[in-house]
């Protein structure tokens, strides 16, 4: 795969927002055919977001794993190709297609179906693939906290017996034997994904197209990963969080963003050279071709609050662990195939540790025109070599949305802030402004530069992926219907032109 310095572009879409009959974004035929036409558009790059079971309000940045993947991401029309589903039991979880994803619709019926898949499978006899497979390490804490989870009703393992949320031997032994059939099916779901995500990285890769990923710096503590791991993050006798994770007051954001998630224990982690750590990087990078670290700047400095604040005004910055964490990464890795997530304020010392450790930073286009601290950084004119340039981000506006908000009539003479600094700037009159913002990234020095599907499209607001702080409708955008041709014609003429062609 090519270098990050080496001109290249791509696309932003996560695979539950591809288009198709199955109420979801799946890794079946429509992601096969994102690749190819990614590929035929002269294109080097596909990023998505966490692809792993998601928690709380269906977040991909919430998972029950930082290992397993998200079920119902597997192809049904798949798993009637195996011969594992009749074409007959998939036709009631097959839809028109739409615009956005009906997690609350699609997840039990999927369930059920992945389960009588799975069953079918474990029933087809041996299959020394799935025997090699079911001896990975993450494997069986997994699959027996997915077996207790649907059992307690998809309570918090914080919630359920006292024995077993402890993980006291007696009690799991007993709900081992109790639930052994139930933990057998989740393991050969995380198998069935694991193929057909072996199928579309191939694909991609004889494509020569390059898997963007997306680690979350914190777990969430309702996961598999802290169930079996308690000793990984600060908690309490009650398994409490001690101190939650966030960001403070910035310009973005008056109070802060409470994110919730535990913090770990760094030192801990540090006395045996963070070896858990190494696992899920070693797990990441064999998934993808890339991977975005989410709030690089928590590996430096994070902020801490105490778990009952109300907000994250009130926390304290506490030392992260910096350098000697990502020497201990490279040494177990080989290398540091990472793109640092540096958005929002910096500190000098943020940017000390990412240029100590050569990795590419991130640039937002739309930020660029604005009145924010560091809208030069920014700026399409001022991107060096070593970042990924985006028009926009997964929690950002769209650029269509963003220009036009405060101007719903589309009206050039009310324009104000960035969107008035950009037409001033460039001349243009908004039409089709997600095309010159990206002719100015894909222009830029930036070695990579990207968009959202979003942005290839010209969508605006009501495709947006994200809204932090919005604890609620997210994720749900969708592709109603394929990209056409014409779009992918434009979009390699623009990469062709600017020298990012493959």
Request: charged letters at 25%; glycine letters at 10%; proline letters at 7%.
């Amino acid at each position: 795969m090519r270098p990050t310095r080496e001109r290249s572009s791509g696309v932003l879409l996560h695979i539950t927002s591809l288009p198709g009959d199955e109420g979801i974004g799946t890794l079946g035929e429509p992601a096969l055919r994102f690749a190819d036409q990614l590929a035929q558009a002269g294109q080097s790059w596909w990023q998505m977001l966490p692809v792993g079971p998601t928690g709380y309000q269906d977040s991909p940045y919430q998972s029950t794993s930082t290992f397993a993947g998200n079920p119902m991401l597997v192809s049904l029309p798949g798993l009637v190709a195996d011969g594992l589903l009749e074409p007959a039991e998939i036709e009631g979880a097959l839809t028109q297609g739409g615009d956005t994803v009906e997690f609350g619709r699609v997840i039990p019926v999927k369930h059920a179906l992945l389960e009588l898949a799975a069953s079918r499978f474990l029933l087809g006899g041996a299959d020394p693939e799935y025997a090699v497979f079911r001896k990975t390490s993450w494997l069986a804490d997994f699959a027996l906290f997915a077996a207790l989870k649907a059992e307690h009703r998809g309570a918090s393992w914080t919630d359920w017996d006292a024995g077993l949320g402890a993980r006291r031997e007696p009690d799991l032994q007993r709900a081992g034997r109790r639930l052994a059939a139930k933990v057998e099916r989740h393991a050969a779901i995380q198998y069935l994904f694991d193929r057909q995500w072996s199928e579309l990285a191939q694909r991609c890769r004889s494509l020569g197209i390059g898997l963007i990923g997306d680690l979350p710096i914190y777990l969430a503590l309702d996961s598999a990963d802290i169930w079996a791991r308690p000793e990984l993050v600060q908690l309490g006798n009650d398994f409490a969080p001690r101190v939650v994770g966030g960001v403070p007051p910035d310009y973005y954001t008056r109070f802060g963003q409470l994110w919730g998630n535990p913090i770990y224990r760094w030192e801990e982690m540090a006395a045996d050279g963070f070896t858990w750590w190494a696992s899920r990087l070693r797990h990441a990078c064999a998934r993808f071709d890339l991977v975005r670290l989410d709030h690089f700047r928590g590996f430096a400095a994070y902020w801490e609050v105490a778990p009952d604040a109300p907000d994250a005004v009130n926390g304290r910055w506490v030392p992260g662990p910096g350098l000697r964490f990502f020497e201990a990464m490279r040494s177990s890795l080989g290398g540091l195939p990472l793109v640092a997530e540096d958005l929002g304020f910096m500190t000098d010392d943020v940017h000390e540790l990412r240029a100590t450790l050569g990795l590419p930073g991130m640039r937002v286009a739309q930020f660029g025109f604005g009145p924010e601290p560091g809208a030069k950084l920014h700026h399409p004119a001022n991107y060096p070599e070593d970042v990924v340039a985006y028009t926009a981000t997964h929690d950002s506006d769209t650029t269509q949305g963003w220009f036009w908000k405060a101007n719903p009539r589309h009206d050039r003479r009310r324009l104000r802030g960035g969107p008035r600094r950009m037409t001033r700037e460039l001349g243009i009159d908004g039409t089709e402004v997600h095309w010159d913002l990206a002719g100015l990234v894909w222009e830029s020095a930036a070695g990579v530069a990207m968009m959202p599907a979003q942005d290839l499209l010209g969508l605006g607001s009501e495709a947006r992926m994200n809204v932090p702080g919005e604890p609620r409708g997210n994720w749900r955008w969708r592709l109603a219907r394929p990209v056409t041709e014409v779009t992918w014609q434009r979009m390699r003429q623009l990469t062709v032109g600017s020298g990012r062609d493959r």
